[in-house]
């Protein structure tokens, strides 16, 4: 395809009577990229994959997989292939049996079918693996031969619905980092919905959000993290502190903002004037304390310290600010800061690290 694109969703819309599920949703998915829909529950992402595989209908738009138009094909007929969390594998049948069953439909040659069910099962790491039963396998050793189930119809686009969600979390870390490297080997284009952020930054090219049926923002893990469009991808996407302001100056090189009731200077945006409404967001790794006495030129909120909560590699400390809003800050328990409940402290942050919002 000249563009590059492998998948194109356009303006698509989903509605079940009179509920919209997905609202005129639109991304250009490129060839052997990583593409992951996130978002809560309920918010239209696995709804958009299974328009994709053809197993909803949509109300509207169009969606085009390599550079065909698929809104009349069934699903056996489109080029793709679906892992879901359930795993979906035959119990009655051997891994080699499940895998090369999709195979035998399409009437491969046995020669061909032993031949391909022995290269997936290497792609996937499970060599010598064929002849048992999937409940003799744990779970991720059953979800690897769901992938290579998926995988041995060499499909363009392979579609994964959450699929490590039912493995516990020593597990998932492992399989996310594995599935990456597989994708990458294999070059194609992979398209997964998840809910959780983590498992997202880990693993994709680039993140759809989406919320309530929207696509929220479009991007790298980094930009989605580093710089978020919109006040609910900023909350959603790993911890922030966020607060409410209202703009008080706006130039091109400076702007002041009042936020709990203080002048902070913020990053200038464009569209920025006196009056406007505005949310700071700011990253709990980004700020750190400082004494009674305001930082020097820095931006900064003053509160009292609460609590510090050891979790590992990090050691969040809570500071309460006079309005009662907690603010939360990460540490590193070698630097953890010595000071006593009720201690007035200042929290503060670079100017260009906290991100301003307007929407």
């Known amino acids: 395809m000249s563009d590059n694109n492998m998948v194109k969703i356009k303006d698509v819309v989903k509605s079940f009577g009179q509920h919209q599920a997905v609202k005129n949703v639109s991304i250009d998915i490129k060839q052997g990229e990583f593409l992951t829909l996130l978002g809560p529950s309920g918010c239209g992402k696995t709804t958009t994959l299974r328009m994709i595989a053809g197993f909803e209908s949509i109300t509207s738009g169009e969606i085009v997989i390599d550079g065909k138009s698929v809104a009349s ?34 009437k491969y040659s046995k020669a ?21 039963k999937p409940d003799q396998l744990s779970g ?21 619905d959450e699929p490590l969600g039912a493995l516990d979390l020593k597990l998932r870390k492992q399989m996310q980092i594995e599935l990456k490297h597989l994708q990458q080997k294999l070059g194609m284009t992979f398209i997964y919905v998840t ?9 994709s ?27 609910f991808v900023a909350d959603f996407i790993g911890e922030t502190n966020l607060f409410e302001g209202e703009v008080v100056d ?9 936020v709990e ?29 400082e004494g009674s006495e305001p930082s020097n030129g820095k931006p ?3 509160g009292k310290y609460v609590e510090n909560i050891y979790v590992g590699s990090v050691q969040k400390v809570i500071v309460a600010l006079p309005s009662g809003k907690n603010i939360v800050i990460n540490e590193s328990p070698m630097n953890a800061s010595d000071l006593s409940p009720g201690d007035e402290v200042n929290v503060c942050w670079d100017v260009d690290k906290a991100g301003v919002l307007t929407s």
């Not at 809910?195 to 693993?203: F, G, K, R, S």
């Open 140 to 160: 991720g050793q059953n979800q690897r031969v769901a992938i290579a189930r998926a995988l041995v119809n060499n499909p363009k686009v392979l579609l994964l």
């Open 261 to 289: 009731g203080n002048q902070i200077p913020i990053k200038p945006i464009d569209g920025l004037s006196p009056n406007k409404d505005i949310t700071l967001t700011i990253r709990p790794e980004l700020t750190w304390i």
């Open 205 to 231: 090219d680039r993140i759809a959000v989406m919320n309530d049926g929207h696509l929220e923002q479009l991007g790298t893990s980094r930009e989605i993290y580093e710089t978020p469009k919109t006040k």
């Open 73 to 106: 094909q069934h699903p056996y007929e489109r080029d793709v292939n679906t892992v879901f969390q359930s795993y979906a594998l035959f119990p009655h049948m051997s891994v080699e049996e499940n895998i090369a069953f999709g195979l035998k439909m399409k």
């Open 250 to 258: 706006s130039s091109e090189i400076n702007a002041v903002a009042s």
């Open 195 to 203: 809910h959780d952020q983590e498992e997202a930054l880990t693993m």
């Open 300 to 302: 900064s909120l003053q």
């Open 112 to 132: 061909k079918i032993k031949e391909e069910v022995e290269r997936v099962l290497n792609l996937v790491q499970l060599e010598g693996y064929g002849k048992r």
